[in-house]
């Protein structure tokens, strides 16, 4: 009898030791059936991010605002203090290279003198010029005054001589009258002529002045308080020595206010549909892996760009930080996690373990020792477990991946 006893426990344990063998070690195949349990609890959807803190309020620093004027373009950045530089009003930022405005100057100079060697010629000339027809009607002046004395001196004279000296009065009178005029003539047309030249000088004067005050400009100094922050290209890469300016864009550097932070950040086409204004965000910062601080979506945008070297289109999101930190500085790069939504005491399995097969989701879950295919009814999900809504219990065991052999198993439905 207990030798019966021992051959049934004998016969059981080998059954054990099959089943455990025949559902938890490999397949022939070489497979692994991975298993996972339903869980209750907390579930939270993330969108998880990498982006870089800026200021949401900035003073530039801008060079020369007057370029187009001079028609200046891609001027070089020929020395600027190290980014992260703490400033104060008038300090020393940067200089420019001013290799084309020293060109314009020397033209400039080289004009003036021309030009104003021309005034002084114009001078004389004008001086000889009214001198000789100032002189010429002194001499009609003279020339008339002996004319009436020889008339007042001809009254015996016969009537034709006094005839003849009264017409040459009469003709000299009117030479006279005439010359007068063309005097006052000749002294406006001078007078024009040398505004004409002292207003040529005038202008290339200023235009020196304005080009030695430009040069000044070329040392930029700081205007405020703060920390240097280089400005961006179009591009996106950072103004440095050796960059250029243009008339349209002068700006080489700001004063970010580092007491109103954002991380800008960019999300993908998937993950932009999750993401709206006002959800709460979590802030971390790679220099800084201690710290952590809370923020919020201020803004989605709603047309995506292209991702630099890539033909994926992105959206840009922005973040305001709650609170300040002095240790976090414009253009650390920062992780976000956007999130989404939550859900308070809810069934969650990993998405590894969902099935579908006409429009019917379902899992391989561990009843006993055997295996069945049950239907399910799933909510929300992130990106790694989905909500169970129906169909699974706490700590239900289900499969991760499909178990061999039960393609053609039923699904046992819903109630």
């Known amino acids: 009898m207990k030798k019966k006893k021992i051959a049934i426990i004998g016969v059981l344990t080998l ?46 620093i801008n060079g020369p605002d007057n370029l187009r004027k001079f028609r200046l373009n891609n001027l070089k950045i020929q020395d600027l203090v190290a980014e992260g530089t703490i400033v104060k009003k008038g300090d020393y930022v940067g200089r420019l ?4 405005v020293n060109e314009q100057i020397l033209d400039a100079r080289l004009n003036l003198e021309t030009s104003q060697s021309k005034y002084t010629q114009q001078q004389l000339d004008t001086t000889l010029s009214l001198k000789e027809e100032r002189n010429y009607i002194r001499d009609l002046r003279f020339s008339m005054e002996e004319t009436k004395l020889e008339l007042k001196q001809s009254i015996y004279e016969p009537p034709a001589t006094i005839k003849k000296l009264e017409i040459s009065l009469e003709k000299a009178e009117r030479g006279l009258k005439e010359k007068l005029e063309n005097y006052t003539i000749k002294k406006r047309q001078a007078n024009a002529k040398m505004v004409e030249v002292g207003n040529s000088v005038s202008k290339i004067n200023k235009n020196l002045n304005d080009l030695l005050d430009l040069l000044k400009s070329f040392t930029i100094y700081s205007d405020g308080n703060g920390m240097i922050t280089y400005d961006k290209d179009w591009d996106g890469t950072k103004k440095k020595v050796g960059s250029s300016i243009n008339p349209w864009n002068t700006t080489i550097a700001s004063l970010p206010d580092l007491t109103k932070m954002e991380s800008k950040t960019y999300a993908n086409e998937v993950d932009i549909r999750k993401v709206k204004k006002g959800l709460p965000v979590k802030i971390g ?42 240790n976090i500085r414009p253009g650390m790069t920062t992780s976000n996690k956007i999130l989404t939504f939550e859900r308070k005491d809810v069934l969650s399995i990993p998405l590894e373990a969902i099935f579908s097969k006409d429009s019917i989701t ?28 129906d169909g699974l219990a706490e700590n239900d065991v289900i499969y991760l991946n499909k178990p061999e052999g039960y393609d053609k198993e039923q699904i046992a439905k819903l109630n």
């Open 15 to 60: 059954t054990l030791i099959y089943v455990g063998y025949r559902y938890f070690t490999p397949s022939s195949d070489g497979s692994i059936y991975l298993t996972s349990q339903v869980k209750k609890g907390d579930f939270i959807s993330e969108v998880i991010t990498s982006g870089e803190a800026q200021s949401t309020s900035s003073k530039k």
């Open 97 to 100: 290279d001013p290799s084309s």
């Open 285 to 326: 910062f790679d220099a800084f892996p201690d710290i952590e601080m809370e923020g919020i979506v201020t803004s989605v945008a709603n047309v995506g760009e292209k991702k630099r070297g890539s033909d994926i289109k992105v959206f840009q999101v922005l973040i305001k930080l709650n609170g300040t930190n002095d």
């Open 362 to 389: 379902y899992v391989y879950k561990k009843t006993g020792f055997s295996i069945i295919k049950k239907e399910i009814k799933i909510g929300d999900s992130n990106n790694d477990s989905v909500i169970i809504t």
